[in-house]
């Protein structure tokens, strides 16, 4: 079956790093998403990855390694507003998204 | 401003009752979504469209059913709701089905009694 996994909480504290990690098994990769959901908003879409290697955003960056089924998101500089969950997906072999159940943030000053 | 709109944004149901929920979007996608997301088990796809004219099923497509008209509309019907579909309804789109960057609603909040 075709599974992907997060933590479901993590803490950490403003102006600090944060990584989170997330691990798939699926038929077939076309691409790794991150995505930031506030509580009681929708999903946004913040990182792609489809090579291996280190894509960086500001403040976030997000890794792929493709032969471990490995990505982690890399939050820096921590601001209170990043409280959020933090999904991460996956695009199978026939472009379906499959979803991780996300890693809620919790941000303390 | 471009996006998708979703309407109801929350209601309360009866079991027994048919519901639809509506979703628009005016960023010309081709390809649509529903989902539904339940806490600790993250987003389900329930159905899609690659383009207008289709649909097809997602991991949890029973108890509901989907139309494509038209490229902006995607209508998701519950025909008879159970409390098991109590949850929060999020439509979404993508320029095409091969993207995994896809634009979301606000979500819509059902509460089935």
């Known amino acids: 079956g075709q599974n992907i996994d997060q933590p479901t909480e993590m803490t950490a504290t403003e102006g600090a790093i944060v990584q989170i990690n997330c691990t798939y098994q699926?038929?077939?990769?076309?691409?790794l998403f991150w995505y930031q959901q506030h509580a009681g908003e929708a999903p946004t879409f913040l990182s792609y990855n489809v090579l291996d290697g280190l894509e960086e955003k500001g403040r976030f960056s997000s890794f792929l390694s493709r032969s471990k089924g490995y990505s982690y998101l890399l939050l820096k500089e921590l601001q209170m507003k990043d409280s959020a969950s933090y999904l991460c997906a996956v695009t199978d072999s026939n472009y379906q998204l499959i979803w991780g159940a996300g890693t809620k943030l919790i941000i303390k000053p | 401003i471009a996006g998708i709109t979703q309407a109801p944004t929350s209601q309360i149901l009866a079991a027994g009752r048919r519901m639809t929920l509506r979703c628009t979007q005016d960023m010309r996608h081709n390809a649509m979504y529903w989902y539904r997301q339940d806490l600790g088990l993250g987003l389900r796809l329930i159905h899609y469209?690659?383009?207008?004219?289709?649909?097809g099923k997602g991991e949890v497509p029973d108890g509901y059913s989907v139309s494509r008209a038209n490229t902006d509309d995607f209508p998701l019907t519950l025909a008879s709701a159970v409390p098991s579909q109590t949850s929060v309804y999020f439509c979404?789109?993508?320029?095409?089905?091969?993207?995994?960057?896809?634009?979301f609603g606000e979500g819509s909040r059902l509460t089935v009694l």
């Open positions: 469209s690659n383009t207008a004219g289709t649909t």
């Open positions: 699926t038929s077939g990769f076309n691409g």
């Open positions: 979404a789109s993508s320029p095409d089905r091969s993207t995994g960057e896809l634009f």
